[in-house]
T-cell receptor, first 112, second 112 residues
Framework: NAGVTQTPKFRILKIGQSMTLQCTQD?????MYWYRQDPGMGLKLIYY???????DKGEVPNGYNVSRSTTEDFPLRLELAAPSQTSVYFC???????????FGNGTRLTVT | RKEVEQDPGPFNVPEGATVAFNCTYS??????FFWYRQDCRKEPKLLMS???SGNEDGRFTAQLNRASQYISLLIRDSKLSDSATYLC?????????????FGSGTQLTVLP
């Protein structure tokens, strides 16, 4: 059972480039989340989804976009990378809003 | 005021010691509470849920005080392997849906 899988594990971008962080889960969870974690800081919610076709902004959505075309996949898109987006990105899923989160291994992104 | 606040530490304790962390939350309507553990450069992993009556899992005890709006985590007989950052997570109402909000974490180092 793979759980939540994120790719890539590491990425270096130049300012202004774009990329998509992939996230897929095989637990049939309706709820999926993208968080970012800056060094020494807590996790901040970027976007979340309560089911296929439904997404909503979290605390720090600027500079990001998401889509949820299937229950399994929840990709995060960075259109114009900025140094402020250097962070570790975690995708997570849960079976409900009161349920614990299952996290992917994270994507370490550096924008230079 | 932050929605979820934790003492960042660091807490440096000798092996075998008992250590306690507190976490305060601002939204009295919060309904779900969790402690997660995060090892350096890894994803957070669920340590335990926190129930209204308090709960114990081996050397770990979690308690909830709704009147004072805090949760606590007690670790008895600390092991070297307990060294990690402990994240308090609270289910708060944010926008149109309830979301899990993470504290910034409390860093614990257990010394030999």
């Amino acid at each position: 059972n793979a759980g939540v899988t994120q790719t890539p594990k590491f990425r270096i971008l130049k300012i202004g480039q774009s990329m998509t962080l992939q996230c897929t889960q095989d637990m049939n969870h309706n709820y999926m989340y993208w968080y970012r974690q800056d060094p020494g800081m807590g996790l901040k919610l970027i976007y979340y989804s309560v089911g296929a076709g439904i997404t909503d902004k979290g605390e720090v959505p600027n500079g990001y976009n998401v889509s949820r075309s299937t229950t399994e996949d929840f990709p995060l898109r960075l259109e114009l990378a900025a140094p402020s987006q250097t962070s570790v990105y975690f995708c997570a899923s849960s079976s409900g809003t009161a349920s614990p989160l299952h996290f992917g291994n994270g994507t370490r992104l550096t924008v230079t | 005021r932050k929605e979820v606040e934790q003492d960042p530490g660091p807490f440096n304790v000798p092996e075998g010691a008992t250590v306690a962390f507190n976490c305060t939350y601002s939204n009295s309507a919060s309904q779900s509470f969790f402690w997660y553990r995060q090892d350096c450069r890894k994803e957070p992993k669920l340590l335990m849920s926190v129930y209204s009556s308090g709960n114990e899992d081996g050397r770990f005890t979690a308690q909830l005080n709704r009147a004072s709006q805090y949760i606590s985590l007690l670790i008895r007989d600390s092991k070297l392997s307990d060294s990690a950052t402990y994240l308090c997570v609270v289910n708060v109402l944010s926008g149109s849906a309830r979301q899990l909000t993470f504290g910034s974490g409390t860093q614990l180092t257990v010394l030999p």
